[in-house]
């Protein structure tokens, strides 16, 4: 039981402003006093005042609502990912709306837009769900590999950027790129080792892609057949 002095003033800040309560000087327990029975007016109207005003104060501690502010922003999934041109993202990009508390803000609108790399998005404005967080509906990557960047937006905050590594498509054209055309000394192997170019559907370099070379006439000798791609997209065949 606690004893509140006369003319008791207890105030809460919301947003900056304040809300006063008066409570007159009356021993009390989340009910009535002892000399207010529950079943009297004054009882009934103590009792109400002590519920709204513990109502009031929880609402105010909880965080939750589309207030305060938004003051930051962080990845709620999707970042960092390796995915390939011109395809959808595995995860969609979220981001987490925080206040200055760091409890997630609810209702707040979040705008995706494509940085870099020229890819497509769906769902590019969206409202924070309860958890505070907002999910772009797609994120198609555009053709170049390479880094790829889109951002989140909030009105009043920085923007926040997710980073994608995309990787080129399978393999589409093969072109010769030296060792052709050669004469050479039988018996001997050729001066300059037979190379080959390959590019996805989209001009970019194919790495880690399986090349078989064979001999198809002449009879001639490949010190080894099989080959994986470089970074530059070469591959070349064994001596022959």
Not at 185 to 199: A, D, F, N, Q, W
Not at 216 to 237: K, P
Request: charged residues 10%; proline residues 8%.
């Amino acid at each position: 039981m606690f004893e509140a002095p006369a003319d008791t003033r207890v105030s809460r800040s919301r947003g900056g402003l304040l809300f006063p309560v008066r409570i007159a000087s009356l021993p009390f327990m989340y009910g009535p006093a002892p000399h207010c029975p529950p079943g009297t007016r004054t009882g009934r109207l103590l009792m109400g005042m002590v519920v709204a005003v513990s109502a009031f104060l929880t609402a105010c501690d909880s965080g939750s609502g589309p207030g305060p502010s938004p003051q930051s922003l962080e990845a709620a999934a999707g970042a960092d990912q390796i995915a390939t041109v011109g395809k959808p993202l595995p995860v969609s990009p979220a981001v987490k709306v925080l206040n200055a508390k760091g409890k997630p803000v609810r209702g707040q609108d979040v705008f995706f837009a494509v940085v870099s790399g020229g890819g497509l998005v769906s769902g590019n404005r969206t409202v924070t769900d309860g958890d505070g967080v907002a999910r772009v509906g797609a994120w198609i990557l555009g053709p170049p590999a390479g880094q790829q960047i889109l951002q989140a937006l909030v009105e009043g905050l920085a923007p926040f950027y997710f980073t994608v590594q995309a990787v080129a498509d399978d393999p589409a054209t093969v072109v010769i790129l030296a060792g052709d055309g050669q004469t050479g000394i039988v018996g001997s192997p050729l001066e300059i080792v037979p190379s080959i170019l390959i590019r996805d559907a989209y001009g970019n370099l194919v790495e880690g892609a399986s090349v078989h070379f064979l001999v198809t006439a002449g009879g001639g000798f490949l010190g080894q057949t099989s080959w994986e791609s470089s970074a530059s997209g070469v591959a070349a065949a064994g001596a022959w």
